[in-house]
């Protein structure tokens, strides 16, 4: 991550805490999943969720997603698989996510380029994957 994208993280981070700009210009074209999960980590810990993340999986199953999030407060649990712009599921991850929905959690494959309805989920407000839609970003270059 570059100074610049680093200071537009820390103002943003401001803004959010100040109840400003949910709605913004995301700079996501050559975010590594590292730096990506970095990001909607510090996010989610803005909006007071708790966050699991497991750092070494090697001997783990493969394929489980990424982050756990739980919020103490609107009693809200959910995962989430984060993927680059170009990444792809595994087919371990989607026989995953496939059988957790089916036992009806809440799982999210999340891009870069989702920022803004990534920011709607963590302020628990827009749990339905339809209300995404009113979320758009506009990605930067």
């Known amino acids: 991550m ?7 993280a820390t ?7 100040q109840g400003q700009c949910l709605v913004t210009t ?3 074209a ?11 980590i510090d996010l989610a810990h803005l909006y007071h969720w708790l966050v699991y993340h ?17 919020h103490p407060v609107h009693h809200q649990y959910f995962l989430a698989e984060l993927k680059s712009a170009t990444g792809r599921l595994s087919p371990a991850q989607q026989s995953w996510i496939d059988a957790l929905q089916r036992a009806g959690i809440e799982v999210h494959v999340w891009r870069p380029s989702d920022f803004n309805a ?5 302020e628990a407000r827009c749990a339905a994957a339809s209300c995404y839609n009113e979320h758009k970003v506009t990605l930067g270059k």
């Open 2 to 8: 570059t100074t610049t994208e680093k200071e537009e």
């Open 118 to 122: 990534i920011v709607a989920r963590l």
């Open 30 to 40: 050559h975010l590594s999943e590292q730096d990506f999960m970095q990001q909607i």
């Open 26 to 28: 995301y700079h996501a």
């Open 54 to 70: 497991t750092h070494d999986s090697r001997r783990s199953a493969p394929g489980y997603p990424d982050l756990a999030f739980c």
């Open 11 to 17: 103002t943003f981070a401001r803004d959010i805490q």
